[in-house]
């Protein structure tokens, strides 16, 4: 496999897979889609899709580690705000390869995110920005940004999943 080979359908087929995994709370095979070293981010609702972690407080900026520790955390009982378990659905759209270079790929589709939890309904739409990377001929995730479309997090009043 060679990044510049791989068709929209088959990163929309690994999307697709990608929010079935986070739906089913499969979480060590999610973080599995990652390569060594890859960045998880979603910045503020609102904010351009430009911003710099650097600059700006985000909802979740991680690194490769605290990603790890993110899936390690979200698993256990201490994790109160989603222990037991919420309820998701994801839905995935608009699949766009946006540009290839230097053995990356840069793809955009647009995102629903349900939770149910407690009686209660939370929604998140916004878009994501992957780059990707063809590790030992597999396809695999380098970067991740979700950006929330939303002029706030309200009622929601937090980002407590994995968008």
Not at 16 to 45: I, K, M, Q, S
Request: with cysteine.
């Amino acid at each position: 496999m060679n990044i510049g080979t791989v068709s929209r359908s088959e990163y929309e087929d690994f999307l697709f897979n990608e929010a079935a995994l986070l739906d089913e709370w499969r979480l060590d095979e999610w973080l599995a889609l990652f390569v060594e070293g890859a960045t998880y981010e979603v910045p503020p609702a609102g904010a351009p899709d430009e911003v710099d972690s650097a600059d700006t407080l985000f909802y979740i900026a991680d690194d490769w580690a605290r990603l790890e520790h993110r899936v390690k955390r979200l698993k256990k009982e201490k994790a109160h705000s989603e222990y037991p378990h919420s309820k998701g659905l994801r839905l995935i759209s608009n699949v766009r390869i946006l540009g290839t270079s230097d053995g990356q790929a840069e793809v955009g589709c647009a995102f629903i995110t349900y939770r149910s939890k407690n009686d209660k309904l939370d929604q998140y739409f916004g878009h994501h920005r992957y780059v990707f990377r063809v590790v030992e001929g597999a396809l695999k995730i380098a970067a991740k940004r979700s950006i929330l479309d939303m002029s706030n997090l309200r009622p929601q009043g937090r980002v407590s999943i994995i968008l």
